[in-house]
Structure formats: C-alpha cells, structure tokens
C-alpha cells in the first residue's frame, strides 16, 4: 500500500486515440483520481511501450496503467516500470513473454476485423521502404468496433482512426509486466473485434480479477461507469 495518490493513465488502442476515453475521464476526475491520457504513436509495440514508459517515469507517485485493445499489449511492455503499482485492461491483448500480437490471435477463430482490415503505404523516415498502415474500412466501423455506441459518433469515430502499423502485430513483448503487478481485465463479451475468447484467454492465463461486460469493442463509451469502476478498484487496492 503506499500514501501516494496513484495517477491514472489511460492507454488507447489502435484505430483510436485518446478521446475513447471521453466519457471515463469525466467520472475519474469527479473521484479527484489524478487522469492522464496521452497519444499512443501504434507504429511499433516496442517504440510506443517505450514512448508510454517515458511519461510514466516521469510521474512523482504510483501509477496504475489502463490499456485498451492493443493498448492493452503496451502496458503489457510498459507496466514493468517501477511506479506502475496496477494493470487495468479492458478488451485488451495481455501478452506473455516472447509472444506477439499475431500469435495470442492466431490461437484462435478471427473475428469480424480480420476481413475489414485497410492496408494502406505510408513513408518511412530514412528508408526507401515504405510501412503498412492498417485501419478498419470505414463503413464496416460503426458494427464491428462500435456497435452500441452513438450512431453519429461511431460515424465520427470511422473517420478519425488513428492507423496501427502492420510491424506492431509481430513484434514480441520482451516482458510481461502482469506476472509482477496485480491485474485487473475487462472481456467485452460482445466484441467483434477481437475474439471476446482472446481477451478471456489471456485474463486467465495472467490469474486477473475478471469481469464481463455485454459491450461492444469500444466499452469505454459504451459503458463507462463499468469501466471506471473496475479502475477505481484498482486505484483503491493501491491506496492506502
């Protein structure tokens, strides 16, 4: 237990940016939980845990770090930092050691994504090859990431996506931070971007105090007082 008020930082995934967390932030800071959410790059797993890192170390006090979706395989890497006291996950990857993004998948069925993924080419600073961007086709957005969620703002949300680089989904999380800190995970059961038996898989595996949510893909406005209060029990177990 420490005396430290913990810092919330809120980790978003790919395809999305921090603004998923609009309607989570709200209720935190209405609890006085210091609230950061900053903007994941999703070029790489390795560079955007290391960018996440950088700010977390930069925090005075304990830290409890909230990942979505692939957000989750960030703070999977990014968690092994001293101050992180907490892991929240919601609709996430929790990676093991040695294990990628396509390999936790590829374990099993593909959900609805896998045939609206968009490759698209984007340059590469000091390389002549270029990198994969990958987004979600935008009319296939709102059913298969948002389905519960405001019709005008998962039409806003298609248009705003924030591409994941094809190289985050075979780069091998080099640690898993769960196995030392105390882990918390969100299933979206009725998720239809990733598998809700990958999210269960993984939670599982990492011995996490579990929960379900009927949501689609983007619980955290879908259902964010859900949310917020599976990360306030995270904050009160490291609270003293």
């Known amino acids: ?19 998923s967390f609009a309607r989570v932030i709200p209720e935190l800071l209405a609890d006085g939980v210091q609230v950061l959410a900053p903007a994941v790059p999703n070029r790489s797993l390795l560079g955007d845990a290391a960018y996440i890192a950088s700010i977390v170390r930069r925090i005075p006090g304990p830290v409890v770090l909230v990942g979505h979706s692939y957000g989750g395989a960030v703070i999977t890497v990014a968690g092994a930092e001293d101050n992180v006291q907490a892991l929240v996950y919601l609709a996430g990857y929790a990676l093991e050691e040695g294990e990628s993004l396509g390999e936790l998948q590829g374990r099993f069925p593909d959900s609805d994504l896998a045939s609206a993924l968009v490759f698209a080419p984007f340059p590469v600073e000091g390389s002549d090859e270029p990198g994969t961007d990958v987004t979600v086709d935008i009319d296939k957005f709102p059913a298969i990431f948002a389905a519960d969620v405001d019709p005008g703002l998962a039409r806003t949300l298609a248009v705003s996506q924030r591409p994941l680089a094809g190289a985050a989904f075979a780069e091998a999380a080099p640690v898993a931070a769960w196995k030392t800190k105390p882990s918390w995970g969100l299933v979206s059961s009725s998720d239809h971007t990733i598998n809700p038996d990958v999210e269960r898989f993984g939670y599982q595996r990492a011995g996490m105090t579990t929960v379900e949510v009927d949501s689609s893909h983007l619980v955290m406005l879908a259902h964010p007082k859900e949310v917020a209060d599976l990360i306030r029990e995270a904050v009160r177990s490291i609270s003293a």
Do not use: E, I, K
């Open 1 to 19: 237990m420490t005396t430290s008020a913990p810092t919330v930082v809120l980790v978003h995934g790919a395809f999305a940016d921090a603004s």
